[in-house]
């Protein structure tokens, strides 16, 4: 990543997400946190996106992130923190609810933003890397 582009956070009000972008922001980088309750980082010069954002749906995470980008500019490194943390129960007492919310968030939504955000990464690629020859010593 460079201070060049964006770093969207997902998960970035609290818990490893706050902490990694207020890293990131500590470094330079321009940095955007969502969240589902989203909540601003004091101290940091993290930009909040102030509208919650639901990694578990599909067309929040499409919608969002184009916003996002209309609003600031293109997504160039992504860190998908977003999850929950499910009571530990024994197997037979897990109600298929608290399961479902789990996957639905850690899983599918680490999914769907990666792929969002990946397929506009993906397309603004105009050309291939290429390295500049090496002059002989």
Same mark, same amino acid.
């Given at each position: 990543?460079s201070? /060049?582009?964006?770093?969207?956070?997902?998960?970035?009000?609290r818990?490893? +997400?706050?902490?990694?972008?207020?890293?990131?922001? =500590?470094?330079?980088?321009?940095?955007?946190?969502? /969240?589902? !309750?989203? $909540?601003?980082?004091?101290?940091? =010069?993290?930009?909040l996106?102030?509208?919650?954002? /639901?990694? !578990?749906? $599909?067309?929040?995470?499409?919608?969002g992130?184009? =916003?996002? $980008?209309? !609003?600031?500019?293109?997504?160039?490194?992504?860190v998908n923190?977003? +999850?929950?943390?499910?009571?530990?129960?024994?197997? $037979? *007492?897990?109600?298929?609810?608290?399961?479902?919310?789990?996957?639905?968030? /850690?899983?599918?939504g680490?999914?769907?933003?990666? *792929?969002?955000? +990946?397929? *506009?990464?993906?397309?603004?690629?105009t050309?291939?890397?290429?390295?500049?020859?090496?002059?002989?010593?």
């Open positions: 990543m201070a /060049d582009g964006l770093v969207l956070v997902t998960g970035g009000s818990g490893i +997400g706050a902490a990694t972008a207020t890293l990131l922001a =500590d470094q330079g980088q321009r940095v955007v946190i969502v /969240d589902i !309750a989203p $909540e601003p980082l004091v101290g940091t =010069d993290a930009i996106w102030p509208a919650p954002f /639901d990694v !578990a749906s $599909e067309a929040a995470v499409t919608a992130v184009a =916003d996002i $980008e209309a !609003a600031h500019g293109p997504i160039t490194g992504l923190a977003a +999850g929950v943390f499910g009571k530990m129960h024994r197997i $037979e *007492r897990v109600r298929m609810e608290q399961w479902d919310r789990e996957v639905n968030i /850690d899983l599918r680490t999914f769907l933003v990666a *792929r969002s955000v +990946g397929v *506009r990464m993906a397309a603004r690629r050309a291939p890397l290429s390295m500049s020859p090496q002059s002989p010593a």
